[in-house]
């Protein structure tokens, strides 16, 4: 069993930059792809991003690459999203995931039921 929590949510201006972090407990935090999920009021669950467990794969969505960078610290059991020039239409709930790492999970890797854990989520609100 894996816990997700979520941290670093807030009110911040267009333009502005915000680092969210997800801390998971539970061991094997290597055996995991993390990510993260959003959801803006009104709109379906995004994908915005994933990693692999060695950092050497990641995946964005496409309207947040190059503002958006995603990383993790396998000694700590976390996963950070740093989140650069916001904008209004990222304003979202975003929710932290992790998939058991298994064959072909890249495929399916923007899909929500690739994942097996989600944390609680944490607001993002970016003001113009």
């Known amino acids: 069993q894996v816990q997700l929590v979520e941290s670093g949510g807030g009110w911040v201006q267009a333009g502005n930059s915000l680092r969210l972090s997800c801390a998971a407990s539970?061991?094997?935090?290597?055996?995991?792809?993390m990510g993260w999920f959003r959801q803006a009021p009104g709109k379906e669950r995004e994908f915005v991003s994933a990693?692999?467990?060695?950092?050497?794969?990641?995946r964005y969505l496409d309207s947040v690459k190059g503002r958006f960078t995603i990383s993790r610290d396998n000694a700590e059991n976390t996963v950070y999203l740093q989140m650069s020039s916001l904008k209004p239409e990222d304003t979202a709930i975003y929710t932290c995931?992790?998939?058991?790492?298994?064959?072909?999970?890249?495929?399916?890797?923007?899909?929500?039921?690739?994942?097996?854990?989600w944390g609680r989520g944490t607001l993002v609100a970016v003001s113009s």
């Open positions: 990693i692999s467990a060695t950092s050497a794969t990641t």
């Open positions: 995931v992790a998939a058991r790492d298994r064959d072909l999970i890249w495929q399916t890797i923007r899909e929500v039921p690739t994942y097996d854990y």
């Open positions: 539970g061991r094997a935090f290597t055996s995991y792809v």
